[in-house]
């Protein structure tokens, strides 16, 4: 099911550009009720240097709206302030599977042992 | 055989804080296959949960006491240990730490564990030590970037305060 994209307001599981080293693409991980509450979302950057580690997750062409296919660096896990965000998501919704191992990639990037897939 | 109360609480609070009783003489007194399982909860409802023996022994289940309502289903399986291994076990069961299946269970969760560390330490350090050139120049730009970002959401919670 395609979950409908949302403009203006800030979407667990959509990606974002940001005003990082560049205007880059950033996963929102934050829950929706922080990010309409807060001043801040917590976000997961977006590379596309494809390179592989316990804490990257690979989304292909299209996916959530990228470019092209990218990886989700989760050891860069962080707090931007919603100023440098763009309202615009890139595309739809990732698929939850995806978003769990986003999940599952953020918990091993603070050192929880969890199994590599 | 005692049975298990389970009682939900009212808000979200209490709901995590369950009270769980042995409330003696109950259904499963009056039917013996029936024995107490895994908790219900509901808002308002003190619930009875009760699962017939023979299911619960055929998944490998809680027979016997049952010292916690939120284990995981167990299975059954038969495993062959060294006599010192076993004599390793029956110390630490005899210490009161927990039953055999429990202790070689923690123990092979730590095992587990370590192991799953291990792997993801090594592919860590393979990844860092793999970067090279633009990639090491990308990882390091964002994480200045970064950094200035989070101060920026640090400055404007001091200001807001």
Known sequence: ?117 | MASLRVRAGRGAEQRDRLAVQNAGSQASDRFPLLVPTTRVVTRKRTRHVYAWKGMLLAGGGMNGRTESMTAAAKLKVSLSLSADVLALVDRDARRGKGSRSSIVEQWLRRAASSSVEQEIGDATAAYYRSLRGEDRTEDESLSRSLSDAARRVARGRAARR
């Open chain 1, 1 to 117: 099911m395609t979950v409908p994209v949302k403009t203006g307001v800030l979407r667990r599981g959509f990606i974002y550009l940001a005003r990082l080293d560049k205007l880059r693409p950033v996963l929102i991980v934050s829950p929706n009720v922080r990010n309409d509450l807060a001043s801040d979302v917590i976000v997961v950057p977006c590379s596309t240097r494809l390179s592989a580690a316990p804490t990257h997750v690979r989304l292909r062409r299209g996916e959530g709206g990228v470019s092209e296919a990218s990886v989700l660096k989760c050891e860069q896990i962080a707090t931007l302030h919603k100023e440098d965000i763009r309202l615009q998501p890139l595309g739809g919704a990732l698929p939850p599977k995806r978003v769990l191992e986003v999940e599952r990639a953020v918990l091993r990037a603070i050192g929880v042992p969890i199994p590599l897939e």
